[in-house]
């Protein structure tokens, strides 16, 4: 898959994915990350891309133009008109799913924003997706685009080792992942649960299962879904909803 980040910084771009697991895949030629430079295609002599907004106001406004032609610029390189997600508060939060969703595209288009954003006028014209990475403000759509670009990589067949860490993890289906250990057993005082050392895999797929569903219950049980779960997860689900009635219950005083 090629990722195209349509930045005035592609240096910040392209450095963040030259380390560890999305370094391998570009390695591998799993994926492609390009810095496409929005000022290259500006016609200004001093390659100013931006301006004053109309109707005044704070701040400056990245122009049309430039971002076209960066896009159009792309698109004949690709010879497709591929999807650009453009980087923006004011777009729709970033999940699992969408990674999913993206990690299908070919080519993506990512479109980092500055200063007071983007002229509306290209945004309607290129933009197909619009992508938020939290109700927060950031000063560019650069550090955004990474995390969209990380999400949508481990998605890609190949690009993680081992094909079953993708599935397994935290919001690959509708429960968080269970907690892990690694050496030394005993780390101070604090032991590994015994069931993870015993070698029995079902015992421990029991295990995880379970731990998987009291994390989810404690600290996001909004994502849990009981009409979707296989028998065996329902059952896991009302023992320790239970569990977890008898606790409220008892800390209030009612037990
Ligand atoms: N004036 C804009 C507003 O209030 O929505 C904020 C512009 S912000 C300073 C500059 C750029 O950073 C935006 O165009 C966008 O590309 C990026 N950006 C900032 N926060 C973001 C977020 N939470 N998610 C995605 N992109 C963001």
Redesign the pocket.
Known sequence: MDFYVMTLFPQMILQAASFSILDRAQKQGRISVHGVDIREYSHNKHRHVDDAPYGGGA?MVMQAPPVYEAYEAICRKVGARPRVA??????ETFTQKKARELAREENLVL????????DQRVIDEIVTDE???????????EL?ALVVIDAVARMIDGVLGNEESAGEESFSGMLLEYPQYTRPADFRGRKVPEILMGGNHEEVRLWRLERAMETTMEKRPDLLRPEGMSREERGIYERLREKFLEKSLASKGHL
């Open positions: 701040g453009y980087m923006t508060p004011a777009g479109l980092c924003g500055h200063y007071e954003g983007i992508i938020s990475i939290g109700d927060y403000v950031l000063t560019g759509g955004p």
